[in-house]
């Protein structure tokens, strides 16, 4: 299974973007689903996840209010609405799946084995 993200660019602060995760060569069924972030120089952080199982979704305190996180099941794919954007949220954003069913690791990178690629987002001051 593969994941390809896109979506990403640069925007002005306070502008939006949607980020698009398109799955190809299988399906999810179970477990979760999440995007993670990377800005020059730090490491790799969670912003937000679907359990695909009820799709519930989880949240990091810095992108709770102003980003949403879907899934399409019938287009296969996963997103990220972003709004209100900052330039503290430039970074390169990742797609990722878990078939983790365990509430608890739903934030935690390790527990995510495929991946996309990332794509750019660059919030400009």
């Known amino acids: 299974v593969q994941l390809q993200a896109c979506g990403g660019g640069l925007v002005q602060a306070g502008g939006s973007l949607r980020l698009s995760c398109a799955i190809s060569g299988g399906t999810f069924s179970s477990g979760s689903m999440a995007w993670f972030r990377q800005a020059p120089g730090k490491e790799r952080d969670f912003v937000a996840a679907?359990?695909?199982?009820?799709?519930?979704?989880y949240y990091a305190d810095s992108v709770k209010g102003r980003f949403t996180i879907s899934r399409d099941r019938a287009k296969n794919t996963l997103y990220l609405q972003m709004n209100s954007l900052e330039p503290e949220d430039t970074a390169v954003y990742y797609c990722a799946a878990s078939s983790s069913t365990i509430l608890s690791t739903i934030r935690i990178e390790r527990a995510y084995a495929n991946w996309g690629q990332g794509t750019l987002v660059t919030v400009s001051s």
């Open positions: 679907i359990r695909l199982m009820g799709n519930y979704a």
